[in-house]
């Protein structure tokens, strides 16, 4: 069975920075892609960034400059390095595995908390 656990949430006062991890464990396929979404209070869910295997990484317009995504295969890792947070960052972040065969894995999510 295959586990996706987030970490690094947390409150920062806005211009601060956090890093989330996601280690992934168990029976992995191919991996095609991973990444982080995030969901505010009464909104939907939206990526965040991402990064397939062939190396493209994708930011959503709204972190671009602020935020990088990362990956350490020996370690079954990916991360989210968030600087210059804003308050409208705030939200739960969730990691994201997209294996090869089109079976999506989902973490149960890390909250992010910006104060102004």
């Known amino acids: 069975q295959v586990q996706l656990v987030e970490s690094g949430g947390g409150l920062v006062q806005a211009g601060g920075s956090l890093k989330l991890s996601c280690v992934v464990s168990?029976?992995?396929?191919?991996?095609?892609?991973m990444g982080w979404y995030r969901q505010a209070p009464g909104k939907q869910r939206e990526l965040v960034a991402t990064f397939s295997v062939g190396g493209n990484t994708n930011y959503a317009d709204s972190v671009k400059g602020r935020f990088t995504i990362s990956g350490d295969s020996a370690k079954n890792t990916v991360y989210l390095q968030m600087n210059s947070l804003k308050p409208e960052d705030t939200a739960v972040y969730y990691c994201l595995m997209g294996q090869h065969d089109g079976i999506n894995y989902w973490g149960k999510g890390t909250q992010v908390a910006v104060s102004s």
């Open positions: 168990g029976r992995i396929f191919r991996i095609n892609a």
